[in-house]
């Protein structure tokens, strides 16, 4: 598609410059003539650099076969001659893009975008809803009847497609004290590639044909409008506004046409050559001979496009070399996609597994913190009991209020001691009770993650056997496999009910004791097997690895010193070292130590508990970071595997391209037959229309110029700001 549009393009671009060339060649001469005597007067038109900020637009309408518009698409180049630091745009576009640079722009109280340029020229595009200064319609006819353009795919006889243009782009300007409308001069250029293979007996009304020996090209010019801006009736000059294509066509079809629109013919019109009915005679002259220089020129672009052809191959290679590239590109995103739905799995398991620990967070911590409470009444009954009168104990006092007591009956010697010595010696077996909490919560964390694998190798298990009873079912009842049903099904060869009894069937089987039985027993031996093993071994090493698995590690690592060291305070030993103390101070050790065994349990829990939630909430943070990179990994997949296809495109499209430049070369001398015939069929039409009455003509082509000049953009620009537009019609292929 990309081959045909741009094949297309040069076509009528090639076109353009040889219609504007002849018109500026012609009127060149005649303004050297008169160059030296008019030097210091100021000029009529300000050129682009002469603004110092211009903007030139490609107007892109995507249009169906018929010309009825789909989309506008607006291409704008910002050029920024004098190299400014910002530049101010005034604009009707949306959703607008910096398409080649990273400048940003700010709207200003005028609503316009003031682009950060920083003496950069600027490229943007964006999308516009507004009617077209120039209407393109697509009508067809089969064997002289009309016909909508999807009702002749695949049709054989004889075929007449036109395309007519209305200019709907005008200025009301007085001509001879009368107000006339005056149309902007647009050229119209229509293309289309016509395969030799549909179309024969090719002709064009108002254009040009090339054959290649495979396809004929058809270039058509057309400026509607423009008869009526110089009043010239039809029997002195006809001045086309419309494009015919006839063929006889064999199962029709029509690849895309691209129509080029613009002004630039006229708008590059010397406003010398309008001085004088004099000056317009001798450029009609001047005409004429300009065509020799064309014709001359024709060579030139012969020994050119030679060249081109002659360093082809070094473009083919480098394609193919690209290529290469772009499938390790396409690999290494899939192998990445892969891994990250693996990871997104895990991370899934993990938060799932910790917000279930979480929420018996508050459970535990309500049930602990009443058991504490119980056990602090029951010491505050017991020190009044002993004729102790010290405050309530709570949590929050309970060990400054025995600290006090212990200290007040002068004994906090003896427990200071005990306790550092049991302390002492438990600290030494930290290593062994690191290990042994550890081991506790690796069984636990391998717990979880077998439950996880077997949910996931039952889950497939279970597909493979119900493909198999699938198989079974579909040729018990049908007579058929399972492959060819599928195709029935897809086709609608297979009714709802029928498809809905061999869905029951399949569920009846699949509900069957025989056949749990043997998804248990498959499951089972899968589990069993060292791949398995080895994935269940490998997900509990990366679990233990985590930050909160080793955070929760250290927590209970602690709680259990905390817990033996309370334990071997209220053992026998450490109870017989204090059996010399004062018996009230015994009892109130003992009381304290007590609490403070259920205390640290208390803290633990609640340290243990404000883990699991931050590990939950981070969990969820890594799953939906993780389901973020799965999108970002199948996106980056998926446009690696259309580069890889776009590349595959354009090295198969490499052959056509050096077979185009061929053509071209070939054709090359083609167009200086078409210049002659422009001459004879055209350039002299034109001197014999004017002849008579060139004050009149001279008048309307000078508003028509003017009117030209004036029409600049499409889409909106500043006052200030000079520029050239052009429009790009693309019809949708008919096939």
């Not at 530049?87 to 910096?98: F, G, K, P, Q």
């Not at 640079?101 to 950069?120: F, S």
């Not at 099904?489 to 069957?512: F, L, N, P, R």
Request: proline residues 1%; glycine residues 8%; negative net charge.
């Amino acid at each position: 598609m990309k081959k045909s549009i741009t094949k297309i393009i040069s076509l009528c671009l090639c076109a353009v410059l040889a219609v504007s060339g002849i018109a500026m060649t012609a009127f060149a001469q005649n303004s050297d003539e008169n160059e030296a005597e008019k030097q210091d007067e100021p000029k009529n038109v300000s050129t682009i650099d002469d603004a110092g900020v211009s903007k030139d637009e490609t107007v892109y309408v995507l249009a169906g076969a018929d010309g009825s518009v789909q989309k506008i698409i607006v291409s704008d180049w910002i050029k920024n001659s004098l190299g400014n630091a910002a530049v101010s745009d005034s604009s009707e576009l949306t959703d607008v893009e910096n398409v080649k640079g990273d400048e940003t722009y700010t709207m200003n109280g005028d609503n316009m975008r003031v682009w950060d340029a920083e003496g950069n020229d600027i490229y943007y595009q964006g999308n516009i809803e507004k009617e077209l200064p120039v209407d393109l319609s697509v009508s067809y006819k089969l064997d002289g009847k009309p016909i909508l353009a999807d009702d002749l795919v695949g049709k054989s006889g004889h075929v007449t497609i036109r395309f007519d243009y209305q200019n709907k782009q005008y200025e009301t300007v007085e001509i001879d004290g009368k107000q006339e409308k005056i149309y902007v001069p647009f050229a119209m250029l229509t293309g289309a590639l016509l395969s030799d293979d549909v179309f024969t007996n090719v002709e064009v009304t108002n254009g040009k044909l090339i054959n290649d020996g495979s396809r004929t090209a058809v270039i058509g010019i057309a400026f509607p409008g423009l008869r009526e801006n110089l009043a010239i009736s039809k029997d002195k000059l006809e001045i086309p506004d419309y494009v015919e294509i006839t063929a006889d066509v064999n199962n029709f079809r029509l690849d895309m046409t691209v129509t080029l629109a613009t002004n630039a013919l006229f708008s590059e019109l010397d406003d010398d050559a309008f001085d004088s009915v004099s000056e317009l005679s001798a450029s009609m002259d001047d005409l004429t001979s300009a065509m020799d220089q064309l014709l001359d020129g024709s060579s030139q672009l012969y020994d050119g496009l030679a060249t081109l052809l002659e360093k082809s191959d070094e473009l083919v290679e480098g394609i193919d070399q690209l290529a290469i590239g772009a499938e390790s590109l396409k690999k290494g995103a899939e192998s990445l996609n892969a891994g990250a739905v693996e990871l997104g799995t895990g991370a899934a398991q993990l938060s799932e597994g910790l917000n279930t620990l979480a929420s018996n967070n508050d459970t535990l911590n309500g049930g602990a913190g009443q058991v504490f409470d119980t056990l602090l009444s029951t010491a505050n009954t017991q020190l009044a009991a002993a004729g102790l009168n010290v405050p309530t104990l709570t949590i929050g006092n309970y060990a400054e209020v025995l600290n006090e007591v212990i200290a007040s009956l002068d004994e906090n010697a003896v427990y200071e001691k005990a306790q550092s010595q049991v302390t002492a010696a438990v600290e030494a077996q930290r290593d062994m009770i690191t290990q042994q909490v550890t081991a506790a919560v690796r069984e636990e964390v391998t717990a979880q993650v077998t439950a996880a694998v077997r949910e996931e190798v039952t889950a497939q298990v279970t597909e493979v056997v119900r493909n198999t009873v699938a198989e079974q079912v579909v040729e018990a009842v049908l007579h058929m496999d399972k492959a060819s049903y599928d195709a029935a099904v897809a086709a609608g060869q297979i009714d709802q009910e029928t498809q809905k009894k061999i869905e029951a069937a399949i569920e009846q089987q699949m509900q069957s004791e025989p056949v749990k039985a043997q998804i248990q027993a498959e499951t089972e031996g899968q589990m069993a097997t060292q791949p398995i093993q080895d994935t269940i071994a490998a997900k509990v090493s990366e679990q233990m690895q985590s930050d909160a698995i080793k955070q929760t590690i250290a927590e209970q690592t602690e709680l259990q010193i905390g817990k033996i060291i309370s334990e071997q305070m209220a053992s026998n030993e450490v109870q017989a070292q204090l059996a010399a103390a004062a018996e009230g101070l015994k009892s109130v050790i003992a009381l304290k130590s007590s609490l403070d065994s259920y205390n640290d349990f208390y803290l633990g829990l609640q340290s243990y508990t404000a883990g699991v939630a931050d590990a939950a909430a981070g969990a969820g943070t890594l799953k939906a970071g993780t389901d973020d990179l799965k999108a970002g990994t199948s996106e980056l997949a998926a446009g690696a595997s259309e580069l890889y296809d776009g590349i595959l495109t354009l090295k198969n499209g490499t052959p056509a391209l050096v077979d185009g430049i061929t053509q071209l070369r070939d054709g090359a001398m083609q167009l200086s037959d078409g210049m002659k015939e422009f001459n004879e069929e055209g350039i002299q039409k034109l001197v014999d229309a004017v002849d008579g009455d060139l004050e009149g003509l001279l008048t309307r082509f000078r508003a028509t110029r003017d009117v030209s000049l004036r029409y600049k953009n499409f889409a909106g620009a500043s006052d200030d700001m000079d520029g050239q537009v052009k429009f790009i019609y693309r019809t949708d292929a008919v096939e």
